[in-house]
């Protein structure tokens, strides 16, 4: 019998057990038992119904493109319960002086690639527009090292792309900031796009010309489940083996004794201390709390994984009346929501109309807000009290679309650490985590502090750890 422990009971965990569940069920002679610290399995995937609206508290969809995501549903037999975005309302503004400004059309992500839609956008200054013409001239060019998204991006469309797009763009994604993230790291496809090409904007016409046409039209671009996220926690829950799956109980430390692997589990009051065997481990916590663990077996490791930075944030539910919601003036509900740029001095960093993004998030007569604050800019939020934090909310929410209704229901949820930074470097210090890892036997890690951040890059993850455990 081969034993392996999962520390972690998140997506990258949970995804890890199912793949062992696969191959147990396949014959081969595996147990595996998977220690969570809460009382509750899925980590930051978090689905609540609120007067029947769908309160995603952590992730609420993850980008289509991104196979694995799906193809777990499809093997978890749930495939018909995905739900795209409503792409025909996929509209995005940007606070720019306090005005709500629409993304012009054929921007993707920070590129522009049609011409009108970009010389007739408020969103950016004369000067930007011109910068951007000539970008369209740049030359084949290879960055030699890491630099940070900021400068790249600047170097290509200047410091308000940075400032109005890649920053809050990317603080949407990573709650991370774009004067700190590696391009290698956040932005390799575009690091490719300029060796060959020089201008991101030709390298980006080209990509969509040899893009080839959907049978069924374009994808959509966000994919969820029907009844939230946390569906796919519980579908795969269901598959795992009940007497598996240890909830409450957190593991305290790691060590290595004649070969095998030695853990030691408390209740989460810290009280029974036990000791169990295992031949393999799948660490699939934040790398902060990997290097808790490992810190007496590799101090090394331990020290690497540490220097991974996290950052914590804050989403905010807000339900109201439609009727009460368009009578109080709100300037705009129209599209998937907004991103706020640093330089306009909020605390707020976004927020989705839920009710417009997915299907049946929300009954006709309501709509659903999420705003989210905090990021590595602002990590004190995550300190300030509940309804300091609504003022907060209802204020900006006020100045920003003009919403005078007061919410019928509000839902606050804090994410302590949560979001890993991939900082300049991130990639070396990947890699010097894998070499060290390596010389582990039996040792491998899940999670969001190393190849992707994502909802995929995370089931990936946990898949790719199972292997590694198999394997070693
Ligand atoms: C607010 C928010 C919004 C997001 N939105 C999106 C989105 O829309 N799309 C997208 O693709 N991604 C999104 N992400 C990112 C994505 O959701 C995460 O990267 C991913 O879910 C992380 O999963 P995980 O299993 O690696 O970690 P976690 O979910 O953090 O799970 C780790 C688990 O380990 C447990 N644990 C910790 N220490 C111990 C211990 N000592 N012993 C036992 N168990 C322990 C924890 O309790 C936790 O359950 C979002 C993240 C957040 C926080």
């Known amino acids: 019998m081969f034993r392996i422990a999962i520390i972690g009971g998140g997506i990258s965990g949970l995804s890890a057990a199912f793949r062992l569940e696969q191959v147990r069920r396949e014959g081969a002679d595996v147990r595996y038992t998977l220690f969570e610290s809460s009382d509750r399995l ?15 508290a952590g992730p609420d969809s993850f980008l289509s493109e991104k196979q694995s995501a799906a193809e777990l549903c499809r093997e978890l037999g749930i495939a018909d319960q995905l739900v795209g975005s409503n792409d025909a309302h996929r509209r995005t503004y940007i606070l720019v002086k306090g005005r709500l400004v629409e993304m012009p059309d054929g921007l993707q992500f920070m590129v522009p690639t049609k011409l009108w839609p970009t010389i007739t956008t408020p969103l950016f200054s004369f000067g930007t527009k011109l910068r951007m013409a000539r970008e369209f001239f740049a030359r084949p060019h290879t960055a030699n090292g890491d630099e940070s998204a900021a400068a790249f991006v600047e170097r290509h469309f200047g410091l308000e792309v940075v400032d109005r ?4 763009l990317l603080a949407g994604i990573y709650g991370g900031s774009a004067e700190r993230l590696s391009v290698r790291a956040v932005l390799p496809r575009f690091l490719d796009m300029e060796a060959r090409y020089g201008s991101l904007s030709r390298a980006m016409l080209a990509a969509m010309k040899k893009r080839p046409l959907a049978a069924n039209g374009p994808r959509p671009i966000f ?5 939230g996220m946390q569906q796919l926690v519980e579908a795969v829950v269901a598959q795992l083996d009940p007497d598996a799956i240890r909830t409450g109980t957190r593991i305290q430390a790691l060590g290595r004794e004649d070969g095998e ?26 790398a902060y709390i990997a290097a808790g663990l490992l810190r007496s077996a590799e101090p090394r490791l331990a020290g690497v994984l540490e220097a991974t930075n996290y950052s914590s944030s804050v989403t905010v539910a807000l339900g109201y009346a439609a009727a009460g919601y368009d009578g109080r003036g709100a300037k705009q509900d129209d599209g998937f929501g907004f991103l706020v740029p640093r330089s306009e001095g909020k605390r707020l960093l976004a927020c989705t109309f839920v009710h417009n993004k997915f299907p049946h998030r929300a ?8 705003v989210f604050l905090g990021g590595s800019h602002d990590p ?37 650490r949560s979001m890993a930074q991939y900082e300049v470097g991130h990639l070396e210090r990947v890699a010097e985590i894998e070499r060290l890892r390596a010389g582990l036997p039996g040792l ?12 995929p890059d995370c089931i990936k993850s946990g898949v790719d750890a199972a292997a590694e455990a198999l394997r070693s």
Do not use: H
Request: glycine share 8%; charged share 30%; aromatic share 6%.
């Open 261 to 286: 692997w030695v853990i030691a589990a408390a209740g989460v009051a810290g009280d029974v201390r036990r000791y169990e065997k295992f031949d393999r481990v799948i660490i699939a916590t934040p």
């Open 42 to 56: 899925g980590g930051v995937m978090r689905t609540e119904r609120v007067e029947g609206c769908l309160i995603e």
């Open 444 to 455: 491998a890690l899940a999670g969001n502090a190393y190849r992707g951040i994502g909802v």
């Open 363 to 370: 009954p006709d007569d309501r709509l659903l807000l999420r």
């Open 165 to 168: 797009l890649a920053d809050p």
């Open 223 to 227: 994919t969820s489940m029907k009844d």
């Open 380 to 416: 004190d939020v995550l300190q300030i009290p509940d309804e300091e934090i609504l003022r907060i909310v209802s204020v900006e929410l006020r100045q920003i679309l003009g919403l005078t209704a007061e919410p019928l229901f509000s839902r606050i949820y804090r994410w302590e």
